[in-house]
């Protein structure tokens, strides 16, 4: 406890040390010493300005409508509960000429450990603002500004353990000083999406203001917040004006996608529902490019399904960026390539490498324009750590949610969620769907809808009501369909088409499948002079990337000169599903639900003006059970697909299929996807697996217990998740990252540990932090990135102590996870010579299973240890 002296009037008090002595930071000098770093009300003043030039640098539309008056004062005082005695006594211990002897008076007793029961500094910041009567949300805002809500219900800010009246004092003259200095009052806050807004711009001002512009106390300070905002990346891009659809995409838009960018003129909810290959991402790209122009939107964050998606969308995505940039817009080159963006931003603290947001993913949430999942989108809406940060980032924004399908109850509940709060956040939502019935489009949008028609749009521009619009069919494609349950058949008809030169796609449901046809196929292929390819989510980006700008291209429109040369057979999970412009002439897919079988029909005879073999005809087979056997049971008659989607819904998907021998697209569509999904009555056996799909088995958690879940995540107080345990699609678990390398080995003379990367390059990582410069940290943790698989938890192998992972120096370049949460996420491994996966320094890589990995394959689980 906090040691007091008696007052002669028998009161217990405390003395305080002043504000302006109060220390915010310790200071790493380049010899590695540990030195008194920047006071807490110069670490204030820095934050305040911080967030004052990230909001100048934002569209005044989005600024006025969004942004409460006072918000860099929320800001600047985040840190005021670092004037605590028990802050000040463990920040001073931090430093190297701290012995306990020559203590400062007010100090000497203070446990500093006792932190751990409000959460830290920042609990106090909250108690503290409460006590002074800040307006409602500030104090809880300060008090989430490393991501989490503190445990402070019940303290007050006179408590002896925060300092009592003496050191509350001393906070209020210092809030007192920082309104002075910014010649403004605290925010008054409107809404919850306000409240996930200021607190997102609060964290990102923190990490910007701790960052290497602020480090050294001696330094000056206020002309380095413009060089730092730069040097982040928040970057106000300037664009070409009056650039038609041709010109930026290279053809003239059809007439589904003028309408859709006539519709788009504001901020608001929009969903287009067309079919497979008529261009939805132009239209909305373009309608994006519309927004920006006319100061209505701050950027474009480009959220795809999930991170299954193939990279070439990102291809895509920049060429676009290339035409709409100006030629003079400031760090172009920095927002027109990921990678740089990652390597030549600084976002301080928490942003850096070891830090819980240096990679592609959360980062490019902050980045003007970005490409990433939906996933990371979702979480902006979710009490997550740092959930308001990537609130933050998308706010003003257009953010355009592709291939939104109705499969998925969690997602769906969550995506509602989300939906709701980027309204709030004065965006444009764009979303993208060949396969919607009408009440998930109701659910979207929030309201009732009567229209059937398809392809349509349905448009709620903010402040106007709900317009459903139909868009009229240009042309139609029929296509053969077969359902066959004999998969040595299908095997040997690829093979047969691939032989006369057609170009085939085999679409499985699990990575493992994918990988015994690819072995199936393969051998037999070579021996045919058939190419034979494979391409799923478990490779390293490096070796992923060598795949897909051979196999992607070859089944694209680049690939057109190429596709007479030889038959092909390209194998793949759903990757090759989702936002990907491939066009195969013979589908062979695993039965899956209605709306993901019509997406990888979209795969199909995808443009009328692709060369084809001679014989090609436009026709697609589904591995599928018999329909009785299926009903009667389902988790033996399709195999790992029911453990990857509902039984039920598996089923009913197989119901509508049966007697189907050619569909004619887009006009069958709406029909297909409303007989999957139309709620009925159900009998006998489908009654049970309807009972399972709302209520849960044993092995996996039910529709209503999911949305339950995905409102309690959405609960904006209690505990928050920690990010890897922050599940936002079932159906995938919890993810861990695999480190993929030939060796690892500690030199104790250099103080680092030598990395033998897959190719057999060898890099050295030090232990200490100091030992290399931020822009080599970058370099080096982006390399080793691309060493990263990422596998479900429960095919993850074992994992090494996070003290074992901090002793190797792993934190300098990954994020370890939180111990006291149990959040261990990363899984360092080695490949030996035959492929084979053997723990770091004798380690057991795992109780049952042994795993291997091979560039054409992938991660590969081997059961049966």
Not at 197 to 204: F, P
Not at 828 to 849: C, F, M, N, P, S
Request: hydrophobic content about 40%; aromatic content about 8%; glycine content about 8%.
């Amino acid at each position: 406890m906090l040691r007091t002296r008696p007052k002669k009037d028998g009161k217990q008090s405390s003395e305080a040390i002043p504000f302006e002595e109060c220390l915010a930071k310790t200071f790493l000098s380049p010899e590695g010493r540990k030195l008194p770093g920047r006071s807490v009300f110069n670490h204030c003043q820095i934050v305040g300005e911080v967030a004052r030039e990230i909001l100048a640098r934002m569209p005044r539309d989005v600024v006025d409508g969004l942004i409460p008056k006072g918000s860099e004062l929320a800001a600047a005082c985040h840190d005021i509960g670092k004037v605590s005695p028990t802050f000040q006594e463990k920040i001073l211990r931090g430093t190297e000429s701290y012995q306990s002897w020559n203590a400062r008076p007010e100090l000497r007793g203070i446990n500093p450990e006792l932190e751990k029961q409000w959460g830290g500094h920042a609990g106090v910041s909250q108690v503290a603002a409460t006590a002074m009567a800040a307006p409602e949300f500030v104090p809880e805002i300060l008090g989430q500004h490393h991501g989490f809500s503190p445990p402070v219900a019940g303290s007050r800010a006179n408590d002896e353990n925060f300092g009592g009246e003496h050191w509350q004092k001393q906070r209020e003259m210092l809030v007192n000083a920082l309104k002075n200095w910014l010649s403004c009052d605290w925010p008054q806050v409107a809404s919850i999406p306000q409240v996930r807004l200021l607190a997102g711009l609060t964290s990102v001002s923190d990490w910007i203001g701790s960052g290497q512009f602020f480090e050294d106390p001696a330094a000056p300070w206020q002309g380095a917040i413009a060089e730092a905002l730069d040097d982040a990346g928040f970057i106000l891009p300037t664009y070409r004006a009056g650039l038609s659809f041709e010109r930026v995409f290279g053809f003239s838009a059809r007439p589904s996608q003028q309408q859709l960018i006539d519709v788009v003129t504001s901020p608001g909810v929009y969903v287009l529902e067309a079919p497979m290959g008529v261009g939805k991402t132009e239209a909305a790209l373009y309608a994006a490019y519309q927004m920006l122009c006319c100061g209505q939107a701050s950027g474009i964050y480009f959220a795809l399904p999930t991170q299954l998606t193939s990279n070439k969308i990102y291809e895509r995505f920049n060429e676009f960026l290339a035409a709409i940039l100006a030629q003079d817009c400031s760090h172009r080159s920095l927002l027109l390539h990921s990678n740089a963006w990652l390597l030549n931003t600084e976002m301080g603290e928490d942003g850096r490498p070891g830090g819980a947001w240096f990679n592609h993913a959360k980062r490019g949430l902050l980045a003007p324009f970005a490409v990433g999942t939906v996933d990371q989108a979702l979480m902006a809406a979710m009490n997550v750590k740092h959930g308001f940060v990537r609130a933050f980032g998308l706010a003003g924004k257009v953010v355009i949610l592709d291939e939104v399908h109705t499969y998925d109850a969690y997602t769906g509940t969550l995506l509602d969620a989300l939906v709701e709060l980027l309204r709030g956040l004065h965006c444009t939502v764009i979303i993208l769907s060949a396969t919607l019935n009408r009440d998930r489009r109701q659910q979207l949008i929030g309201r009732g809808l009567d229209s059937d028609a398809y392809p349509l749009i349905t448009a709620m521009p903010r402040q106007r009501p709900v317009s459903e619009l139909p868009v009229p069919i240009a042309g139609s494609q029929t296509v053969s369909v077969c359902l066959l349950g004999e998969e040595d058949r299908a095997i040997q008809e690829s093979l047969d088409r691939a032989l006369l030169g057609q170009q085939v796609l085999w679409i499985e449901n699990t990575v493992v499948e994918a990988q015994q046809r690819y072995l199936d196929l393969a051998a037999r292929a070579s021996e045919l002079g058939v190419a034979c390819g494979l391409l799923h989510s478990r490779f390293t980006a490096d070796d992923r990337q060598q795949i897909e700008d051979r196999w992607v291209n070859l089944f694209g429109k680049r690939g057109w000169s190429e596709r007479s040369r030889q038959g092909r057979i390209l194998v793949g999970t759903q990757v090759l599903e989702q936002s990907l412009d491939i066009d195969a002439d013979f589908l062979v897919s695993r039965f899956a639900p209605t709306d993901m079988l019509l997406q990888r029909l979209g795969r199909l005879w995808r443009h009328a003006e692709t060369p084809r073999a001679p014989a090609a005809v436009c026709e697609a087979w589904f591995l599928a059970p018999d329909l009785d056997r299926a009903i009667a049971a389902p988790p033996s008659a399709f195999g790992a697909s029911a453990f990857v989607y509902s039984p039920y819904v598996l089923c009913r998907s197989l119901i509508t299929w049966r007697e189907q021998t050619t569909i004619c697209l887009p006009q069958d569509i709406r029909n297909l996807i409303e007989q999957t999904y139309s709620k009925r009555e159900e009998e006998g056996p489908m009654s049970r697996w309807l009972h399972e799909l709302d209520n849960g088995t044993p092995r996996r958690i039910g529709r209503t217990a999911l949305k339950q879940l995905a409102r309690v995540t959405l609960a904006i107080s209690g505990n928050t998740l920690p990010e890897s345990k922050a599940q936002t699609r079932y159906s995938e678990l919890d993810s861990h990252e695999v480190l993929l390398l030939r060796g690892v080995s500690q030199i104790k003379d250099q103080e680092a540990t030598r990395l033998t990367l897959l190719n057999g390059e060898q890099v050295m990582l030090p232990w200490s932090q100091h030992k290399l410069g931020k822009r080599h940290w970058r370099e080096l943790t982006a390399k080793l990135m691309r060493q990263i698989v990422m596998v479900h938890a429960k095919d993850a192998p074992e994992k090494l102590s996070i003290d074992t992972l901090t002793k190797l120096g792993f934190q300098n370049c990954f994020y370890l996870g939180n111990p006291e949460q149990d959040e261990a996420v990363l899984r360092v491994v080695l490949v030996d010579e035959t492929g084979q996966l053997q723990g770091v320094q004798g380690a057991r890589i795992h109780e049952k299973y042994d795993f291997d990995y091979r560039d054409d394959l992938g991660f590969r689980v081997i059961k049966g240890k």
